[in-house]
């Protein structure tokens, strides 16, 4: 059943980064950071290991200052999401 809710969470996970990803006005050095965490949340893996690594290299960007307001937003929200997936 926890596997399950992990590959929703991931799923939620993905879906809000390809948001920024597509995003203009998102600069590029977070773009980078954020396809960092998309492949190492899609690696195989154990879910900790993949949501640590996700969250480090997000939370690198998670404050830089030329991110939009709103983009802030959606990267703690995915903060936020990583800190919920765990391992069954």
């Given at each position: 059943?926890d596997?399950?809710?992990?590959?929703?969470?991931?799923?939620?996970?993905?879906?809000?980064?390809?948001?920024?990803?597509?995003?203009?006005?998102?600069?590029?050095?977070?773009?980078?950071?954020?396809?960092?965490?998309?492949?190492?949340?899609?690696?195989?893996?154990?879910?900790?290991?993949?949501?640590s690594?996700?969250?480090?290299?997000?939370?690198?960007?998670s404050?830089?200052?030329?991110?939009?307001?709103?983009?802030?937003?959606?990267?703690?929200?995915?903060?936020?999401l990583?800190?919920?997936?765990?391992?069954?």
């Amino acid at each position: 059943m926890d596997e399950k809710k992990n590959d929703e969470t991931i799923a939620q996970i993905k879906q809000q980064i390809d948001l920024l990803l597509n995003d203009n006005s998102v600069p590029r050095n977070v773009k980078v950071a954020i396809e960092a965490a998309k492949k190492a949340l899609l690696t195989e893996g154990e879910y900790s290991v993949r949501s640590s690594t996700a969250t480090y290299k997000i939370d690198e960007v998670s404050n830089d200052i030329n991110l939009p307001p709103y983009a802030r937003t959606v990267i703690w929200n995915i903060l936020s999401l990583l800190e919920s997936v765990k391992d069954q």
